[in-house]
């Protein structure tokens, strides 16, 4: 009996270690993850009922700084929106719920969300770089590992994604146990982050990032260039790529727009503006391949607004090849309001 109780207590301490890093990293994660996270917490936030204006001390989440609000208009997509589209510069009700990395998978689940716990906005702008239609690149580095999804969507995602054969889903490093091993916060999968971090040095920096959202609605720069001329992604393609990932991005775009009519949203698809090398450098047959995927998606949305034309922006206004700067940004918001001014 002594024997099989030191066993049981011995089982007990060597597990601690273990246990402490699972709770460490449920409820830590502002302390030790990269500068990435505050953009995943903020839309999160927002998606999930917490979100509103910073400093106003009312926290419906149990944060301080946060206080409930639904916009009239909403922004969804990728790290292209997210740094292209300055509420700030738009409208007072407007809120950028985009997302360095996103695609339509994690677009859909944030709309729906904000839908159930915030309620309908009367539009929604749905800008992804054309890139975005093809290819996934932060599912299991950010989508995954930050928790996006609840555990639910993230399996179905995930069997949906196999199921389509999408190269992302059957990459040959990632399963089914990967997705629980992130989500169980087992310390294979944090262990790396939290030694990168020292546990917990990356909290101040962490803080002031999700602040700076705060303030502008979700606007954030990843190219701060005061003018650059290189080539984005989409400068080097020759054809729309309609396989690989493709399949399961046209799935869950179709269930976003299926979603915003179900519910009488406005829904604008947009595009980004490309600097003028890039423009220059795109190649006719991609072109018009994209562009005949966009016009082919108002079959699920008549009503809806589909952009056939990206915008030419100067090298000046871009701060990376793929985004604008602060002064690009301000310019492209603004007339982005104006030509949609029914929507701000």
């Known amino acids: 009996m002594n024997r099989n109780l030191n066993f049981f207590l011995k089982f007990l301490l060597a597990l601690l270690p273990v246990l402490f890093i699972i709770l460490y990293t449920a409820f830590f994660p502002m302390y030790y993850q990269d500068t990435d996270y505050p953009s995943w917490k903020y839309t999160k936030d927002i998606q999930s009922g917490k979100g509103g204006i910073y400093g106003d001390g009312e926290g419906k989440g149990g944060e301080e700084g946060y206080r409930e609000k639904d916009f009239k208009t909403i922004i969804i997509g990728d790290s292209a929106a997210m740094a292209d589209l300055k509420p700030t510069c738009m409208s007072d009700d407007c809120i950028n719920l985009a997302i360095g990395g996103a695609t339509s998978i994690e677009m859909y689940y944030t709309l729906r969300d904000y839908i159930e716990n915030v309620g309908c906005p009367e539009n929604v702008v749905i800008m992804f770089s054309p890139f975005h239609y093809s290819y996934i ?36 490093e990632h399963d089914l146990f990967s997705l629980l091993s992130m989500y169980l916060r087992l310390p294979d999968s944090y262990l790396p982050a939290l030694i990168n971090a020292r546990f917990f040095l990356r909290y101040e920096d962490n803080s002031l990032r999700l602040k700076e959202l705060d303030e502008s609605r979700g606007q954030y720069h990843f190219g701060t260039m005061d003018g650059c001329d290189y080539l984005n992604y989409e400068s080097n393609y020759t054809e729309f790529k309609t396989d690989g990932d493709h399949p399961i991005l046209d799935e869950y775009m179709i269930k976003i727009l299926r979603l915003c009519q179900e519910n009488a949203v406005n829904i604008t698809v947009s595009q980004p503006p490309m600097n003028t090398a890039s423009y220059e450098s795109l190649n006719d047959d991609y072109l018009s391949q994209y562009f005949e995927y966009i016009e082919g998606l108002s079959v699920y949305y008549p009503e809806g607004i589909y952009e056939t034309e990206i915008p030419e922006y100067d090298n000046k206004y871009f701060g990376d090849a793929s985004h604008l700067n602060d002064e690009g940004a301000k310019k492209f918001s603004e007339e982005f309001a104006l030509r949609y001014k029914d929507m701000f």
């Open 137 to 172: 690149d932060n599912y299991w580095t950010r989508s995954i590992y930050f928790h996006h999804f609840s555990i639910t969507d993230a399996i179905k995602t995930y069997t949906e994604g196999r199921k389509l054969k999408a190269d992302t889903f059957n990459d040959g």
